[in-house]
């Protein structure tokens, strides 16, 4: 799946947020602190409607977020009825939200790199399955300049 990526300025009204294009962040402001992480936060939801979020590990590999977990994992139970995700960086100052619908990662090449991500990350063998992170939006900011770094990233599927 192709995507292509559109870089605006989300709207957060009464917080003095920079109108114009000045300081949106680049692309390699959200690839360093997701690739850079150990934590990440996920946040799913339950089959009663009520959310549940938990730390977990993960690995950013080509853009793409994956992270596995236990069968029996409330994560894993609520993600089986329901697809939709938000993940958020570790970090509270230099911030990554990201949005999408997760998949089962079947490619075997793929499931290589992450199996290595995390024995270099975690010195852990981590079994699959992976979930891969299917973003549709990704927010960052860098606390250190709140008012000029909110960035909002919408990404649009591209046939070919």
């Known amino acids: 799946m192709k995507q292509k990526k559109l870089r605006d300025r989300p709207y957060i009204a009464d917080y003095g947020i920079e109108e114009s294009d000045n300081g949106l962040l680049a692309w390699d402001f959200v690839q360093n602190e997701m690739k850079d992480a ?6 799913t939801t339950k089959s009663d409607n009520h959310p549940h979020a938990i730390p ?10 994956y992270f596995g977990g236990g069968s029996e994992t409330q994560n ?27 998949s089962i990662e079947k490619n075997e090449n793929v499931i290589k790199e992450i199996k290595l ?8 063998d981590h079994p699959p399955p992976f ?3 299917n973003k549709t ?3 960052c900011w860098d606390m250190n ?5 909110p960035t909002r990233w919408k990404f649009i599927e591209i046939t070919e």
């Not at 150990?38 to 946040?43: A, E, I, Q, R, T």
């Not at 697809?83 to 999408?100: A, D, N, R, W």
């Not at 991500?117 to 852990?124: E, F, V």
């Open 131 to 133: 979930y891969r992170v």
């Open 76 to 102: 894993r139970k609520n993600l089986a009825e329901n697809p939709h995700i938000v993940v958020h960086s570790e970090s509270g100052t230099k911030v990554v939200i990201i949005e999408g619908k997760v």
């Open 56 to 65: 977990i590990w993960g690995s950013w590999i080509n853009d793409i977020f």
């Open 137 to 139: 939006k990704v927010f």
């Open 38 to 43: 150990k934590n990440y936060w996920l946040s």
């Open 145 to 149: 300049d709140y008012a000029r770094t």
């Open 117 to 124: 991500d995390y024995m270099r990350k975690y010195n852990l």
